[in-house]
């Protein structure tokens, strides 16, 4: 056993290694070709910047992650075979909508195709608290993988925000699983989390490069797939909750977001400007100042499931209902403090804008 952590801990050092090494390699090639995430009046960076750093920490975490599987049993490799067949679904396409733009139907399409390989490999939720979900395991694992690929994509608007949100909760489940005797997940959680931290060392204000929509679309992918496998024990009576709780910063920025496009008559998948972080950004934050409390706050939320596991099936239920609750009282102050900044100070937030 004690062998077997040796080799983990290596695989998760050179996932960071090489996700570390290639970012200069991809930045220069970026700048050598105009591989830049260009400005537009939704973005909050100035200048040219790279925009393939995805593909660093994908690499890193693909080649780890093979490694680490090759000396598990033959039972974890097929079980993680589709997962890691789909999630390359969605990092390829990713790279091709960062250099072409594909249409949001297309998008939708390469997602939906990637899920129901994951789903129909048998992964899926199949429980919430003592409720058996049945035949509607499918649908709901379904919205719920559709619906975090898409909230990672959409919260990766300031410098090192996607990643350190998504590693946090990847760490987090890496300790949960762990502590299940579930070392295959949890070497895979820990391995794709060090490859993130690799590329932070990159993305950290101000930015060098960005993740790309291949990075932000892979990370939700694997942050929503990851918990669908069962704990092996009475965890799995809190799974479901227990994942709402770490995704729930994204997830809640973009029920807002539907909401808000809903109101006024546009489609979801109409850009704006009135995200968590654009907003923070109008009450006077900086990018420094809104990364402290949104990850001071996600720090909260991964603690939460540590007290949920504590706790135990029943009580743990109540406490992971009590932090989501937290998660969206949170969003609610910043709605209406934002509001009332801005009604304050006489700022006019323009959320609508032309693409083009």
Not at 22 to 28: C, E
Not at 215 to 230: D, E
Not at 347 to 353: A, G, L, T, Y
């Amino acid at each position: 056993m004690g062998g077997g952590y040796i080799n983990l801990l290596l695989y998760i050092i050179s996932s960071f290694a090489i996700s570390a090494t290639l970012i200069p390699l991809i930045i220069f090639l970026c700048r050598k070709y105009g591989w830049y995430d260009h400005v537009n009046s939704r973005k909050v960076h100035t200048g040219q910047i790279p925009r393939l750093g995805g593909v660093a920490f994908v690499t890193a975490f693909a080649v780890s992650v093979c490694l680490f599987l090759s000396t598990q049993s033959n039972l974890a490799i097929e079980t993680f075979l589709p997962i890691i067949v789909a999630g390359l679904i969605i990092f390829v396409f990713g790279i091709v909508d960062d250099f072409g733009d594909l249409r949001a139907k297309l998008k939708f399409l390469i997602q939906v195709v990637a899920t129901f390989i994951m789903i129909f490999s048998g992964t899926r939720f199949t429980q919430i608290g003592s409720w058996q979900l049945g035949i509607l395991s499918y649908p709901i694992t379904f919205c719920w993988v559709i619906g975090v690929i898409n909230a990672y994509n959409l919260i990766d608007g300031v410098d090192a925000l996607c990643g350190t949100l998504s590693t946090l909760s990847l760490i987090t489940l890496g300790t949960l699983y762990f502590l299940a005797q579930r070392m295959d997940i949890a070497g895979i959680s820990f391995i794709l989390a060090a490859a993130v931290v690799g590329f932070l060392l990159y993305n950290k204000p101000r930015a060098r490069i960005f993740m790309g929509d291949n990075g932000s679309q892979f990370l939700g992918f694997m942050v929503a797939a990851i918990p669908l496998f069962p704990f092996g024990n009475s965890f799995d009576y809190n799974r479901i909750l227990i994942a709402i709780i770490l995704a729930a910063i994204p997830i809640l920025d973009t029920v807002a977001a539907i909401w808000r496009r809903t109101r006024e008559g546009r489609s979801f998948f109409s850009p704006d400007k009135a995200h968590l972080h654009h907003k923070l950004m109008n009450m006077g934050y900086s990018t420094r100042g809104l990364l402290g409390i949104l990850i001071t706050l996600q720090l909260g939320l991964c603690g939460f499931v540590l007290i949920v596991i504590w706790c135990g099936p029943v009580r743990g239920f109540f406490v992971a209902l009590g932090a989501i609750a937290v998660a969206c009282a949170f969003f609610v102050v910043i709605h209406y403090t934002h509001r009332s900044v801005c009604k304050k100070h006489n700022i006019i937030v323009n959320e609508k804008f032309d693409q083009g």
